[in-house]
Structure formats: C-alpha cells, structure tokens
C-alpha cells in the first residue's frame, strides 16, 4: 500500500518561514537511519557531536556552522559540497561529523566518514588482495555523501596523491557531494598549500566541485589541556 504521506517517494517538502526543505518520509525513516549510522565510519569520540553543542569562538567558526547547517538542511538537493580548512583543533571535524549525524539521523540518507590516513592505511593492507583493495576504494567513491577528513595530514607520496585524485575524479565526474576537511591552505603557493601538496588540477576540480571556506580560532585542544 502507497504511504498517504509522501506518495511512495519517501520524500515530504515542507514548507517553512526560511523557505523550502526536504523531509524524510517517517516510512522509511526508523530502519534506514539505525543502518546508516551503525556504517557510517564515524569516529567513537566524534559520535555526540551536535549543531547545538558547537561553541563557535570566532566569527568564521559562526560562518562555518551556518554553512554546515544550510547544507543539512538542503541535503540531497545540494549543488556542491563543503572544503573547511585551517589549523588544527579549530573544530572542523566536530562540524563535519554533526553534519553526517544529522543527515543519518534526521533525513535517513546514507553518507560516510573517512579519515583520509586511515584510508590508505586501509588500502596497504589489502594490497595481497586486489579485490579488496578495489573493493575499499569504490566503496568510498560510491557513497551518497563522503565525509573525507584530514585530507594531507600523511606524508604526501605520489602513491597517496593518486588515490586523492581517484577520488576526487570519480566524485566531480557524477556530481556527488563531498565534504573535506583538511589543514592545508587553498589557493596558496607556499608548501603547505593544497596545490602543493597534491596538485593544481585536484585542486581546481575541488573548487568547483565544493564551497571553500577558511576557519580560524584557538586550539580547542591546547585548551583543554
């Protein structure tokens, strides 16, 4: 029987003070997001990361979380993805797993998230099996949303490079939205530029593949410690 609600398509547009917004349908929704979340590779530490128990402590860091949370609540219909870049322990991981949590948890979308050494670490390990290996790799191209953490914090080999690109290809080629965060500065010649450490044309096709922005703020680490 067709659900009276959204008609079979598992989607409700509503209709709110700040415009229009996509709803997953609650047929769909209980057994889809348990799913989800339980594969979803977000890290233990970064599962109760939350919008709401973000403390934004400067103004890009306010920016940032608007951006993340104008792209959730446009999620699936997005025309790009999101690049937060900056030093470390500013909170781009915190904003980018909320981001997920709230995509799994609210809307019942499927979305993944990678910590980019982790990944190659993975990827060496199945070398003996190309089938696994492969298997790993398309794995992490295919999926709806791709959370693509840390991107450069590992020694940069040609190796490392190509797996980025493959990556970045496949997803720009089928219009996937992608999520980066990364310690690297964008459109910057120096040796801790992106461009540098990986290349001009990965680079070019992540501008317009994803909206890039430049947070800035205090360690929250050195903090709390």
Not at 33 to 52: A, L, M, Q, T, V
Request: hydrophobic share 35%; glycine share 6%.
């Amino acid at each position: 029987m067709t659900c009276k609600q959204c008609s079979g398509t598992g989607w409700i547009i509503k209709n709110g003070e700040n415009g229009k917004s996509a709803v997953r349908c609650k047929c769909q929704f209980e057994t889809l997001k348990k799913e989800f979340f339980k594969n979803s590779g977000i890290p233990r530490r970064y599962r109760k990361c939350k919008f709401s128990n973000f403390k934004p402590e400067t103004i890009s860091q306010l920016k940032a979380l608007k951006i993340c949370k104008d792209f959730f609540k446009l999620y699936p219909f997005v025309d790009k993805g999101i690049v937060l870049f900056g030093d470390p322990g500013i909170g781009k991981t915190h904003l980018v797993s909320a981001l997920l949590i709230n995509t799994i948890l609210y809307k019942g979308l499927k979305g993944k998230f990678v910590d980019f050494r982790n990944l190659l670490i993975d990827i060496k390990t199945t070398f003996d099996t190309k089938e696994s290996s492969q298997s790993l790799i398309h794995e992490v191209m295919d999926v709806p949303l791709l959370i693509l953490d840390d991107v450069g914090a590992e020694r940069t080999t040609d190796w490392a490079k190509d797996i980025l690109t493959t990556i970045v290809n496949y997803r720009y080629t089928r219009n996937l939205p992608t999520v980066i965060t990364t310690n690297l500065q964008f459109n910057s010649p120096l040796e801790n530029g992106f461009s540098s450490r990986f290349d001009e044309r990965t680079e070019s096709r992540i501008y317009e593949m994803c909206k890039i922005f430049r947070m800035e703020g205090d360690d929250y680490r050195k903090k709390a410690g």
